[in-house]
């Protein structure tokens, strides 16, 4: 059973970069031809997507925030990491990686999710 | 690709039928996703592809639709099946999705 746990800072300060890692057990990120994804959801909002990697590195990212990511992948590792930068308080929230459900497509549901880390973004 | 859910919220009875419903902003033929959300856990994938069931799912869901209308069914609710219900697509490379359905029961 695939499994997803994500991990960093749980605060983060305005104006700094957001850092989070996803490793994944069960399962492996170089053979399996998954994009790997983070999403999150503000206090009291709905869900966003943020941006997809696959395990060659070639990325995906939401446009309204793509400027400030940056996603990699460490297969030796298994995991992959999200960096946000230039954080202010509109990033707050739970924070989500998953996986892909569709191999070979980054236009796909997810379907394994990790149980989500809250990072308040505050001085 | 913009997808607006409605009823914002509902409050139903053990047993009942609910139905909640997403519109996308152009058509998405059947490249629609529905989720569950429970505070504190993992959102769960429950429909893919506008109407087929994950595994695991009980049969009480279901979906239908395509093009830009989409409904997801719980033919009798039962106490677990309290939560927020999002659609989400997955047509554009940019993924994008509902304002969500939260459901409590009365």
């Known amino acids: 059973q695939l499994q997803l746990q994500e991990s960093g800072p749980r605060q983060v300060k305005p104006s700094e970069t957001l850092s989070l890692t996803c490793v994944v057990f069960?399962?492996?990120?170089?053979?399996?031809?998954?994009?790997w994804g983070w999403i999150r959801q503000a206090p009291g909002k709905g869900l966003e997507w943020i941006g997809n990697?696959?395990?060659?590195?070639?990325?995906y990212a939401n446009p309204s925030l793509e400027s400030r990511i940056s996603m990699s992948v460490d297969t030796s590792e298994n995991k992959f990491s999200l960096k946000l930068s230039s954080v202010t308080a509109a990033d707050t929230g739970v924070y989500y990686c998953?996986?892909?459900?569709?191999?070979?497509?980054?236009?796909?549901?997810?379907?394994?999710w990790g149980q989500g880390t809250l990072v308040t973004v505050s001085s | 690709i913009q997808l607006t859910q409605s009823p914002f919220s509902l409050s139903a009875s053990v047993g009942d039928r609910v139905t909640m419903s997403c519109r996308a902003s152009q058509s998405i033929r059947t490249s629609l996703n529905w989720y569950q959300l429970k505070p504190g856990k993992a959102p769960k994938l429950l429909i893919s592809a506008a109407s087929s069931l994950q595994g695991g799912v009980p049969s009480r869901f279901s979906g239908s639709g395509s093009g830009t209308d989409f409904t997801l069914t719980i033919s009798s609710l039962q106490l677990d099946d309290f939560g927020t219900y999002y659609c989400q697509q997955s047509y554009s490379d940019v993924l994008t999705f509902g304002g969500g359905t939260t459901v409590d029961i009365k």
């Open positions: 998953a996986r892909g459900q569709v191999p070979y497509s980054n236009a796909s549901p997810w379907d394994y």
């Open positions: 069960g399962g492996s990120i170089s053979n399996s031809g998954h994009y």
């Open positions: 990697i696959f395990n060659i590195g070639s990325t």
